[in-house]
């Protein structure tokens, strides 16, 4: 009898978390548990739940017959695809892709079914907030602080004012300092409330500092344009003037007739007779500059690290943060809100196993950190690269490259993909573009789930609910500008730029320092990748575990996760289990994706959770309120 364990692996669809069961057949795989069979001639079914409307409730079966693996269509709506090709009946080789819904499954056993580890993470570094692969996860610098009280389930105030530390209070507190914070702080700003009564605590003074240091280190420079909506305006709550009709008119003053015309036909025409319009990343930078002063940030922002959250004995809310080493305080607020962004970016195991035993990270770099040394190396000398991850990123990094060949053209680009993409995801009858293996959508949600249809969907399912909306609207997709797509043609066409499908089984380093990526080939055995360069380029990571500020709050409150391990919020991203009091917290951007808003890390998401929780705070500005505030922006007054 042969070995009749089977190793599965896929990317979930909304997040890109790697999923990798070592299962015995059979192996029944379906939309609800409880039609899936529990037993079939006598052995028990390894059962697995897809949570996607394009998967049907018992959809397919693998089982051993004839002394082979073979997946069964059980009738499904959307049937099953083997390497691209839709079957009803087919016989497994190893190293397969089996496409169900929008979940593309890589199928091996024998030797090569070698159970690998999670994706690892890479904390910030405390001192530059940047990407640090060495660090562990950040423990606070004094064990003593905070305090003992800090063990109890509410803090008494008097307890805080025992230490003798400095205790200062303030009725709205912002934590992270952030784009999250900041808008959410023009918001309150624009609503009325004095820069007094707030404080917003972080590690950088300018609120867009770590976005901006990501967009430059994955290679996008300020004069590129960001995946952002005209109307997605972090300085603008209201949307008007977009930043297409702003940079329209600095062309029109400039004698640019032709640019200026052409940025307002893109919105007009956008997706469907124009490409879509985007910001460039300085004018976002240069527009928040402006508000920045306007709402009188300077006064708001404090510089500090914070260490603990807790519920004060009468009713608000108290954090423990450090200002610099050694020196501690507290604060205390009635109202808090919490926008920690992403406190770690994923780097595939494989490449830290790799930088991990040959302490190189020089070679295999993570496409957020900074590592143009890479594109200088390579304008001087030459050589290969190769890619992880297809995202919009690796889009990005594909076209420095291709800038770089412009003074070096003896540079090959190798990218590497788990699987093939013969198709893109599916949602009722509409389904996203694929060329080249790249699923293609302006955005990294359909625009829908912004303030259309979608939205409203997403805010009145269930979390079961949610969960498949998510993963049918999911997935990694990368923005379908013509001049990429121009490059990718150009690059397959002239043989430079080459696509290769496999799981990875090791990565090493040779005599002559190249890298040697080791994959187990889809359908065709073992093979090599040599290069001088590996860039990882899949992505973040915001899940409650990777944040220790966020795993000690849910710990010490036993708060609730969702599925994706995010902060659970009601819909007005309130985190209703932390009620103190008349005390309210809320959250916002991607520690709350799979709550009711599926955009969450987009400046239109960021505004669009500013204004639920704002209103359920100080109410609406009303009509002639916000035409007043709105008036003054235009003016650049004070709110």
Excluded at 224 to 233: A, I, Q, T, V
Excluded at 431 to 452: D, I, S, T
Excluded at 509 to 533: C, P, S, V, W
Excluded at 613 to 623: C, D, I, K, Y
């Amino acid at each position: 009898m042969a070995n009749l364990q089977i190793q599965l692996s896929w990317e979930d669809p909304a997040t890109g978390e790697r999923r990798e069961p070592r299962l015995i057949v059979p192996i029944a795989f379906g939309r609800e548990f409880s039609r899936l069979p529990v037993e079939i001639a006598g052995k028990r079914v390894s059962r697995i739940l897809l949570n996607s409307n394009q998967v049907s409730r018992y959809h397919a079966l693998i089982d051993w017959e004839d002394g082979h693996f073979v997946v069964f269509d059980q009738n499904s709506v959307n049937g099953i695809y083997i390497n691209g090709q839709r079957q009803t009946r087919c016989q497994l080789a190893n190293g397969d892709t089996l496409q169900i819904g929008p979940y593309i499954i890589i199928v091996t056993f024998g030797a090569s079914a070698i159970v690998k580890p999670t994706n690892s993470i890479i904390q910030f570094n405390p001192n530059t907030n940047l990407p640090d692969p060495n660090l562990s996860p950040i423990s606070p610098v004094n064990p003593s602080f905070p305090p003992p009280s800090f063990q109890a389930e509410k803090v008494e105030i008097q307890a805080l004012h025992a230490t003798g530390l400095p205790v200062d209070e303030c009725d709205y507190l912002a934590i992270g300092a952030g784009l999250g914070s900041f808008i959410w702080v023009d918001l309150l700003r624009i609503s009325g409330v004095k820069a007094e009564k707030i404080v917003a605590v972080g590690l950088d003074a300018e609120p867009y500092a770590r976005y901006k240091r990501l967009c430059l280190n994955s290679q996008i420079p300020l004069h590129e344009r960001l995946r952002s909506n005209s109307d997605s305006c972090p300085d603008n709550i209201w949307g008007w003037p977009s930043y297409a009709v702003r940079e329209s008119w600095r062309d029109l003053t400039k004698g640019k007739i032709t640019s200026a015309g052409k940025y307002l036909w893109q919105v007009f025409a956008e997706p469907t007779f124009a490409e879509t319009y985007t910001p460039r990343a300085g004018n976002v930078f240069d527009s928040i500059d402006r508000e920045v002063k306007r709402i009188a940030w300077d006064q708001i922002y404090r510089y500090g690290r914070v260490r603990s959250i807790r519920k004060t004995d009468d009713g608000r809310y108290c954090i423990a943060y450090s200002r610099s080493p050694g020196n501690y305080a507290f604060l205390v607020s009635r109202y808090l809100h919490l926008a920690t962004g992403y406190p770690a970016i994923q780097f595939l195991p494989d490449l830290q196993a790799y930088r991990a035993k040959y302490q190189d990270f020089k070679s295999v770099v993570n496409a957020y950190e900074d590592h143009n040394h890479v594109y200088e190396q390579l304008e001087r000398q030459g050589g290969t690269v190769l890619i992880r991850g297809r995202g919009i990123v690796a889009s990005r990094i594909f076209q420095r490259i291709y800038e770089a060949r412009k003074q070096n053209p003896n540079i090959t680009v190798l990218h590497l993909m788990r699987s093939p993409k013969p198709q893109g995801n599916k949602f009722q009858k509409a389904q996203r573009l694929v060329k080249n293996h790249y699923e293609l959508q302006p955005f990294n949600w359909p625009k829908a789930c912004w303030g259309g249809e979608l939205r409203v969907m997403l805010e009145q399912a269930t979390p079961e609910e949610r969960q498949r909306l998510l993963t049918d609207w999911g997935g990694t997709t990368t923005a379908d500008r013509r001049d990429w797509q121009r490059i990718t043609e150009q690059g397959l066409r002239e043989g430079w730029y080459q696509i290769s499908f496999g799981q990875v089984l090791a990565v090493e380093r040779d005599a002559q320092n190249h890298t040697i990526t080791q994959i187990q080939e889809h359908g065709f055995g073992e093979m090599k990748l040599t290069a001088d360069f590996i860039i990882d380029a899949t992505g973040l990571d915001a899940k409650v575990d990777a944040n220790p500020l966020l795993e000690d709050l849910v710990n010490h409150y036993h708060l609730p996760v969702n599925h994706l391990g995010r902060l659970v919020v009601a819909n007005n991203f309130e985190l209703v289990e932390m009620r103190s009091g008349k005390g309210k917290m809320f959250a916002a951007g991607a520690i709350t994706l799979g709550g009711p808003y599926a955009a969450v890390d987009s400046f239109l998401g960021l505004q669009y959770a500013a204004l639920a929780s704002v209103e359920a705070l100080v109410g609406g500005l009303g009509g002639f309120g916000s035409l007043n505030q709105w008036l003054r922006w235009v003016f650049n007054s004070c709110p």
